[in-house]
């Protein structure tokens, strides 16, 4: 099944610190037999109020092909982290091949 998830890192954590994070979702999602198709860094954006004591957050967000169990332990993992602010998983039938209008120019 293709999915698209996006994760909100806390703002407070440096930018390798939440890439660290990232990393290892990616990791979590390869060694459960996973494809990831495209990825995409939104940057460190404001938040339109204030979610567990943040103002900001990283925004991350994985295109991939995997079993849905997976974001059991997901769920799990970003319950118990205080460090990440949101996240949410969304079946879909297609990716585009295009970035997104959100992605951080360099």
């Known amino acids: 099944m293709l999915y698209e998830n996006v994760f ?8 390798k610190s ?8 990616i990791k979590k999602i390869k060694d459960t037999g996973g494809k990831i198709l495209k990825t ?8 339109a109020y204030k979610i567990k004591k943040n103002s900001k957050g990283y925004y991350y967000m994985i295109n991939c092909e995997c079993d849905p169990k997976i974001f059991k332990e997901f769920d799990t993992k970003v319950r ?3 460090n990440f602010i949101r996240f949410f998983n969304l079946k879909i039938k297609s990716i585009s091949k295009d970035q997104s209008l959100l992605t951080e120019q360099k």
């Open 18 to 25: 939440a890439d660290d994070y990232y990393d290892d979702l």
């Open 80 to 82: 118990q982290d205080v």
């Open 8 to 15: 909100i890192i806390s703002g407070q954590l440096s930018k």
């Open 40 to 47: 995409e860094f939104w940057g460190l954006r404001d938040l």
